[in-house]
């Protein structure tokens, strides 16, 4: 049963600290999709890859936010500083496009939830 | 700027009633695809469905049935004979053409409660 995977799945941590969530994609997708959920702002698009490169990260706050991905089976996304405001659930999905863009199903890991106190 | 509005926030309804969430888009493009997903009170998204915009024929695929309707600009969602199972949140969204590296648009979500 292929799903996606993250880790961690609850964050804690404090105002300042750097953090690293993982995700896993299913083995063969070559896309790779972050997204934010937070009460306020919904679910938001932070960044995508194909083929391990970055295609659009426009919805990320370039300051203190990154994304990568060191192999097919790891993507990242790092905050450094955190902040309370990036308190939420991060998602991470992957698929196959049909076409370009993120126009293709998408596969959803369980989600991060990380609280910056 | 594309936009994807779900003007019902919650809705409750008893087991076994039928119930449509209604999904309202804005865009420019006239290529585009329309998403239905669900987010069970586990937290985890699960995807419905992706229609084009080329394609208006409904869908129907077991309890579930979408109408596109692109004269309304309207990708609405009914859940027949509904179960205490489907009690989700369910967002609507939408992604502009292929081609070219778009944001896909969600709405604000419908918390849908079947009550047994």
């Known amino acids: 049963d292929a799903r996606v995977t993250q880790t961690p799945r609850h964050k804690v941590t404090e105002m300042g600290q750097e953090v690293t969530m993982r995700c896993q994609p299913i083995?063969?997708?070559?896309?790779v999709f972050w997204y934010r959920q937070t009460m306020m702002q919904g679910l938001e698009l932070l960044a995508y890859f194909r083929n391990r490169a970055p295609l659009d990260d426009s919805g990320m706050p370039k300051d203190r936010f990154s994304a990568e991905m060191p192999d097919a089976t790891l993507a990242t996304l790092k905050i450094q500083p955190s902040e309370p405001r990036d308190s939420a659930v991060y998602f991470c999905a992957s698929g196959l496009p049909l076409r370009e863009g993120p126009n293709h199903e998408q596969f959803f890991g369980p989600g991060t939830r990380l609280t910056v106190l | 700027a594309q936009k994807v509005t779900q003007a019902q926030t919650e809705i409750s309804v008893v087991e076994k009633e039928d119930v449509t969430l209604d999904c309202v888009y804005e865009?420019?493009?006239?290529?585009?695809?329309l998403f239905w997903y669900k987010q069970p009170p586990s937290g985890e998204l699960v995807f419905l469905i992706r229609?084009?915009?080329?394609?208006?024929q409904n869908e129907i695929s077991g309890r579930y049935s979408w109408n596109f309707q692109k004269s309304t600009s309207s990708f609405n969602f009914t859940i027949t004979a509904s179960q205490v199972v489907d009690s989700a949140v369910y967002f609507c969204?939408?992604?502009?053409?292929?081609?070219?590296?778009?944001?896909?648009?969600f709405g604000s979500g419908t918390q849908l409660t079947v009550l047994p």
């Open positions: 229609r084009n915009s080329f394609d208006e």
């Open positions: 969204a939408l992604s502009e053409a292929p081609g070219s590296a778009r944001q896909l648009t």
């Open positions: 865009t420019r493009d006239t290529t585009y695809y």
């Open positions: 083995l063969g997708h070559n896309t």
